[in-house]
């Protein structure tokens, strides 16, 4: 901000230079965050049929309007943290209650991609604003394990990863598939920390052949940010099945790199190195302008080895 327009806000004078200011703090969204959005809106628009003919047509659907509404998700966040957590509409105020009140009207499906979103926001946003971003996915996050019984959240869990698995085994790709998958490891990011699994369970979910327990077991492992998950989830993101898994994996690499050792973060370091050479047939997915590449940037930067 220059110093006319700060000379002018401490003086209680609004001016029309701090209102055009604060504009552009607000309304500047991530370029990745934009690119991403028009993508899967675009592609939500297409309704593809396999007969005898190949034919497609364009139609508005629920996942469009969904994907038309997030792209300014980091703009509301914005917002809302620079209010101090309320925002004065005509309807009146939107404050945390206000909050609540619009999450009840989600479905569980919407909930759970709202959730992944915002991880994917946060992860693409600025410094400054990351922490904003957590702290309300956060919220939306404990917001949705708390209407889950805790005795059904194992149940619900195995339950999310059979799903998973269908969805990659039978749905075709598309906008329709990824709102499905982010769904899912959204809502097993909320459900992960309410449900006390053992070590030795989330040991076999890291090396099992099925999808969705695989993603289950990395997402108990980014929950927790345990060292003890380190090979395994090395050996993941090395070799993961799909560029999907290995964001998942990257994730749970991050929560635990404090903790590792120098020896581990020299090996990280190898793998990340090697996957960054994008080859999709080689199932090397680390590519530039993606979200993967941004999360081993943060690694290799905070390892400085």
């Known amino acids: 901000m220059n110093s006319k327009v700060k000379d002018r806000i401490i003086n209680n004078q609004i001016s ?16 990745s965050w934009l690119i991403i959005n028009l993508i899967f809106i675009i592609l939500s628009t297409i309704e593809i049929s396999w007969g005898k003919d190949f034919s497609y047509k364009f139609a508005i659907k629920n996942t469009t309007a969904i994907f038309l509404t997030l792209m300014w998700l980091p703009a509301v966040l914005k917002i809302f943290a620079l209010s101090g957590g309320v ?5 009146g105020e939107f404050d945390s209650s206000g909050m609540i009140n619009m999450l009840q009207s989600l479905s569980a499906d919407s909930l759970g991609f709202l959730i992944e979103q915002t991880k994917l926001a946060e992860e693409v946003a600025p410094p ?11 919220e939306w996050q404990r917001y949705y394990s ?3 019984p805790v005795s059904d959240a194992k149940q619900l869990l195995e339950g999310l990863a059979q ?11 598309g906008a329709q598939r990824t709102f499905e998958m982010e769904s899912i490891a959204g809502r097993m990011r909320a459900l992960a920390e309410i449900v006390n699994f053992p070590v030795s369970e989330v040991d076999k979910f890291l090396q099992s052949e099925d999808q969705g327990h695989r993603l289950l077991g990395l997402s ?3 929950w927790s940010g345990k060292a003890i998950y380190f090979d395994l989830v090395l050996d993941l ?19 635990m790199l404090y903790r590792l050792e120098l020896q581990q973060k020299s090996k990280l370091k ?11 047939k080689e199932k090397r997915w680390i590519k530039k302008d993606s979200n993967r590449w941004l999360i081993s940037e943060r690694l290799l930067s905070a390892m400085k080895i």
């Open 163 to 173: 799903r998973y698995k269908d969805i990659r085994k039978s749905m075709p790709s």
């Open 220 to 222: 108990i492992a980014e």
């Open 16 to 31: 029309k230079e701090a209102v055009e200011w604060l504009l552009r703090q607000i309304i500047v969204l991530p370029k």
């Open 237 to 255: 993101i090395s070799n993961s099945k799909s560029a999907f898994e290995q964001t998942v994996g990257l994730r749970a690499m991050e929560s």
């Open 270 to 280: 190898s793998v990340l190195i090697e996957q960054r050479d994008f080859n999709e």
């Open 87 to 91: 925002l004065k509409t005509p309807a």
């Open 146 to 148: 708390s209407k889950i």
């Open 128 to 138: 400054e604003q990351q922490q904003e971003m957590r702290q309300i996915r956060q």
